[in-house]
């Protein structure tokens, strides 16, 4: 048996809650995972996981040795960094997650300059807006967006992004020009008349954790409001919403960055510009649980150098 592999197919399983997500994450054949553990379990004598139709989860022997097989390999870990430091290059594969316009608008067309500093540590891009779960999915780290409520990560903060509502020419030709964030929504024709009078088309972008659209936000002085507005086409990947604003099909906010280029080319027109939403915080987020290896570090001060001149937050 390869005792160390063993342990970090087990750490890996008891971090996921599943076999085949190890066998995937480690790019292993899952019955070899299968054996791998049984041959620890029967090295140790003792059971370590508890396997169930629905999920695994480690048994009280098998929550202590995780604690120490996980130390063990980080350890390991900083120990082979120590000895490569006198290496010229960084080695290893890093998994990294990112949501889509980010990927698409800053990070890819980036990414040649950092195969080119550092040609022998690739990256592995996962690209969605959905929400993941770094310890399970075996992530190394991801760029986040919004407040951070989970204690358990780091975060760095690399950026804050302004927004803008904006539209196509086509759509504001056809609906108007809203001069109040009040416009946006339907509203009664009269105070004997139960007859709605439309607002404008909200393209919506709603959450992949809970299904809901996000509403509109406008912030003026002491103002503070908040449309939901009548979202006649609602995605929840952010490039697919800038192609919905783009399309016609409906009025939104969106990253100043992404409209820009869209802006300038007169395929998008911002609306309601005396009215500004908070700028949303940008994060580089790694468990905390987890060593900071020499390659996470040169990637996350890599991408806080990527994404400062899109951060628009004023000089300090």
């Keep these: 048996m390869d005792q160390l592999l063993a342990l970090r197919v087990f750490v890996r399983i008891a971090e996921s809650g599943a076999f085949s997500k190890a066998a995937d994450a480690m790019n292993i054949p899952r019955p070899t995972v299968t054996k791998l553990v049984q041959d620890l379990e029967r090295h140790l004598g003792t059971r370590l996981l508890q396997r169930t139709t629905r999920r695994v989860s480690v048994t009280p022997e098998g929550a202590a040795y995780y604690e120490r097989a996980r130390r063990l390999i980080e350890d390991l870990a900083e120990m082979d960094e120590l000895a490569a430091q006198t290496r010229a290059q960084a080695r290893g594969r890093l998994r990294v997650d990112v949501g889509s316009i980010l990927a698409n ?72 020009v809203p001069k109040h964030p009040s416009e946006l929504t339907a509203r009664a024709h009269g105070p ?72 300038q080319t007169g395929a998008l027109r911002t609306v309601l510009d005396d009215w500004t939403r908070p700028r949303h915080p940008l994060h580089v987020v790694y468990p905390a649980s987890r060593h900071l290896s020499a390659k996470l570090r040169l990637f996350v001060d890599w991408v806080a150098e990527v994404f400062a001149p899109f951060d628009d937050r004023p000089p300090r």
């Design 105 to 176: 608008m800053i990070l890819i067309p980036a990414l040649p300059d950092f195969r080119a500093r550092h040609p022998e540590l690739h990256v592995d891009l996962g690209v969605s807006d959905r929400h993941i779960d770094l310890i399970s999915e075996g992530v190394d780290c991801v760029i986040r967006g919004g407040e951070l409520a989970d204690n358990t990560l780091v975060a760095r903060r690399i950026a804050d992004l302004d927004w803008v509502t904006c539209a196509s020419p086509v759509y504001l030709k056809a609906r108007g």
């Design 192 to 263: 004997a008349d139960r007859a709605r009078v439309p607002g404008h088309a909200i393209a919506g972008y709603f959450s992949s954790l809970t299904g809901r659209a996000f509403p509109l936000e406008f912030h003026r002085g002491d103002e503070r409001l908040q449309i939901a507005g009548e979202a006649v086409m609602a995605v929840n990947e952010s490039t697919a919403h800038l192609s919905t604003l783009l399309s016609g099909a409906g009025l939104g906010q969106t990253f100043r960055f992404a409209a820009t280029p869209h802006l």
